[in-house]
Every structure is written in structure tokens, then in C-alpha cells.
């Protein structure tokens, strides 16, 4: 439903420009054109306004627009200071180990 909303002035352009097209083949030469020139005038126009609505996506300014968070806590350390851990596999050891026992990755 979104879709329509935006593009239905591009679409009722459109139709209308094709009408033009329709009276121009009949005795109303003259006027067809004229009808179809401003469909497809109104058209563009149109387009251009939904590409003008859609923004860009990549707007740096838009950064700003979104409040900070409120307060950002560290994390917290899951091990103590006198642990060591193994950032292969994850598995945490006493700080004697210069190796994993799990992966043998250097821990220090």
C-alpha cells in the first residue's frame, strides 16, 4: 500500500498522458499532444518528488537525529584478574598457563 501511496501521482500522470495519446490519434490532434505533453511533464515532476522524499540512505547527518544513548557501562570482565583468557577457543585459565590446555594457543 506504501508503493501506491508514493507513485500514484506518477501513475494518474501517466494515465493521463496516455489519454492524450488516445485523443491525439483521433480528430483531436492538437489537444492530445497538449495532453500527453503535460502527463508526461506531470510525471516527471511527480518522480521527482518521490526521489526527493526517499532521501538518501547513506546521509551522515542522519547520525544526529537519533538521541545518545543513556548511559554506556563497561563490560564487565567474566574472569579475574588473575585468570588468563584464551581468545581461540574461549576457555579460561589460571595465570600460571603459557598455554591453552584446550587449542595450545599462547594465553599471555
Do not use: T
Not at 526521489?51 to 547520525?63: F, H, I
Amino acid at each position: 500500500m506504501k508503493f501506491f501511496r508514493q507513485w500514484a501521482g506518477v501513475i494518474a500522470s501517466l494515465v493521463l498522458a496516455g489519454s492524450g495519446w488516445l485523443v491525439s490519434l483521433g480528430e483531436g490532434h492538437l489537444f492530445g499532444l497538449l495532453l500527453m505533453a503535460v502527463g508526461l511533464f506531470a510525471a516527471a515532476w511527480q518522480a521527482w518528488q518521490v526521489k526527493k522524499e526517499r532521501g538518501d540512505p547513506y546521509d551522515l547527518n542522519k547520525l544526529w537525529d537519533s538521541p545518545l544513548p543513556e548511559d554506556i557501562q563497561p563490560e564487565e570482565a567474566l574472569y579475574e584478574p588473575d585468570q588468563a583468557y584464551c581468545h581461540r577457543c574461549g576457555h579460561i585459565v589460571p595465570d600460571d598457563f603459557a598455554r591453552c590446555p584446550d587449542c595450545g594457543e599462547l594465553v599471555r
